[in-house]
């Protein structure tokens, strides 16, 4: 099958040609329509997950896909990745415990929407869900894949949603959505404006504020309904062939990155 695919950690990706992978006890073989590019998927290459999990080579970044079971047919998106590191979706073919976060994809769901969906939409629902009864939320990195859903998800609660893009200054609110800052002195510093605060890098030193999405079916089920009845737009910036997408990266202006097999 082909796959794109890093030969070591840090390594630019390339178009290699892999075996099949096989399923295992309690795993699926999914055979991809079409798989999304997060920011997580650069930074497993990039050694993110070194020393704490093993790591196959040519690692095959991706969590995010839509696909068919192979066997059963059965068509099903969300999250694909699992341990060991590196078996992941930007391939025609991907394996997956039965257990993970997946759901049906709906017939007259776009599969390409459907696996934009995963990582950042869960993301955006539950991080917006942990807003409680907040009336007005900032959301630094409101372009991008979880920061475009969550505006809307927060505009549909009732929120009063103020999008903080570069070179935008914060103004007091309600609540915080911090999606960009990288290290603990830039998220502190955006928290000031607001009592409660969020961000999705880990960077704060009250883990209350480090926020981590928890994958589920029900969650996708949830986010595909929504795209059904017309109540969440699913921007896609760029649908890229699988043969040509060694280049892609998250934070490609406003929406996602989507490879389509
Ligand atoms: N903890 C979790 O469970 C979890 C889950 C999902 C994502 N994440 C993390 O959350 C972050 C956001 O994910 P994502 O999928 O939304 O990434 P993304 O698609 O790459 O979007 C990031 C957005 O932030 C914008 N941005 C960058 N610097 C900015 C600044 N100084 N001010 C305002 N906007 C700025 C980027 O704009 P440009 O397009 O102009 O560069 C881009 O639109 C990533 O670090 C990701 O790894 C964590």
């Known amino acids: 099958m082909w796959a794109i695919a890093a030969r070591d950690f840090g390594a630019q990706l390339e178009l290699v040609e892999l075996p099949e992978p096989e399923a295992g006890p309690n795993e699926l073989k999914v055979r991809l329509f079409a798989a999304s590019v997060n920011p997580f998927d650069r930074k497993v290459v990039d050694g993110m997950l070194r020393g704490s999990t093993p790591h196959v080579f040519p690692l095959v970044p991706g969590t995010d896909g839509a696909g068919e079971v192979v066997g059963s047919g059965e068509r099903i998106f969300g999250t694909f990745f699992h341990r060991p590191a590196g078996i992941g979706t930007y391939a025609e073919y991907v394996t997956v415990p039965a257990g993970n976060a997946l759901a049906p994809l709906p017939e007259d769901l776009d599969p390409a929407v459907a696996a934009a969906l995963p990582t950042a939409g869960m993301t955006a629902l539950q991080l ?109 910036a760029r649908r890229v062939p699988l043969r040509e997408a060694v280049d892609v990266s998250a934070g490609h202006g406003p929406g996602k990155t989507v490879i389509i097999m």
């Open 128 to 236: 917006v869900e942990s807003l409680g009864d907040a009336k007005s939320v900032l959301i630094v990195g409101p372009n991008g894949g979880v920061g475009s859903f969550a505006v809307q998800i927060a505009r549909a609660a009732g929120k009063r949603v103020i999008p903080v893009g570069r070179g935008d200054s914060l103004v007091e609110a309600d609540a915080l959505i911090d999606l960009v800052s990288a290290d603990r002195s830039s998220f502190e510093a955006n928290a000031r404006y607001a009592p409660l605060a969020f961000n999705t890098n880990y960077v704060s030193s009250d883990p209350a504020q480090n926020f981590g999405m928890k994958g589920s079916r029900e969650t996708l089920v949830r986010l595909a309904s929504m795209v059904q009845a017309g109540d969440l737009d699913v921007p896609i």
